[in-house]
């Protein structure tokens, strides 16, 4: 069983900034591939971005592509997502997630989800 804690969000003007961290526990963190994904209010949850067990593949929401970068310290058991130019329409409920699949960004391969972290940006 896998616990993920996602920290790091927060209220920012557009324009500005936020890194979100994911924090991995009770599994072998290194063999998942780790997402993140977001909610807005009425809306589905969709994929942000992703990136594969070893770091060496990633994949990005064509709405965030050049302004967003997932990372990850498999030492560390964290993964983190870098926010620049953010704008009023990334402001959603955020979730780290991990999968068993590798190199997929499909909600539904993956199993684990953490509890969620707030973006709120502000115009």
């Known amino acids: 069983q896998v616990q993920l804690v996602e920290s790091g969000g927060g209220l920012v003007q557009a324009g500005g900034s936020l890194r979100l961290s994911c924090a991995a526990s009770?599994?072998?963190?290194?063999?998942?591939?780790m997402a993140w994904f977001r909610q807005a209010p009425g809306k589905e949850r969709e994929f942000v971005a992703a990136?594969?067990?070893?770091?060496?593949?990633?994949y990005y929401a064509a709405s965030v592509k050049g302004r967003f970068t997932i990372s990850r310290d498999n030492a560390e058991n964290t993964v983190n997502l870098q926010m620049n130019s953010l704008n009023p329409e990334d402001t959603a409920v955020y979730y780290c997630?991990?999968?068993?699949?590798?190199?997929?960004?499909?909600?539904?391969?993956?199993?684990?989800w953490g509890q969620g972290t707030q973006v709120t940006v502000s115009s």
């Open positions: 990136i594969t067990w070893s770091g060496g593949s990633t």
């Open positions: 009770g599994g072998t963190f290194s063999t998942y591939t």
């Open positions: 997630a991990a999968s068993n699949v590798y190199r997929t960004y499909v909600a539904r391969d993956f199993r684990y």
